[in-house]
């Protein structure tokens, strides 16, 4: 129904930066809100940052200063601005969306493959 391509991953090294970017496709109506997750090992996954359909930010605070999310609404595409990475940023990164779907008509979450971020001299 909808996909998500994740792509910009690598390694990196402390202090670095990096920018992931997310492409939705597919039977979309509208796409709500959109984010990004990311599991570290051993760890649960967690919420990085979101974006409403009005731009509207929501990041979360062990990021806040060095993370930004962004989304181009015309291209249905997803991104986040990494700055001043460190280590403990060493994750696989999810892109999510809140999709209202064309046929059927209605909302659901979608789950990018993920894309590895390593942070590391």
């Known amino acids: 129904q909808v996909q998500l391509v994740e792509s910009g991953g690598g390694l990196v090294q402390p202090g670095g930066s990096l920018r992931l970017s997310c492409a939705a496709s597919?039977?979309?109506?509208?796409?709500?809100?959109m984010g990004w997750y990311r599991q570290a090992p051993g760890k649960q996954r967690e919420v990085v940052a979101v974006?409403?359909?009005?731009?509207?930010?929501n990041i979360a605070d062990s990021v806040k200063d060095r993370f930004t999310i962004s989304r181009d609404s015309a291209k249905n595409t997803l991104y986040l601005q990494m700055n001043s990475l460190k280590p403990e940023d060493t994750a696989v990164y999810y892109c999510?969306?809140?999709?209202?779907?064309?046929?059927?008509?209605?909302?659901?979450?979608?789950w990018g493959q993920g894309t590895q971020v390593t942070v590391s001299s």
């Open positions: 999510w969306a809140s999709v209202l779907t064309l046929t059927p008509r209605r909302t659901g979450d979608f």
């Open positions: 597919g039977s979309i109506f509208k796409i709500n809100v």
């Open positions: 974006i409403t359909s009005g731009g509207g930010t």
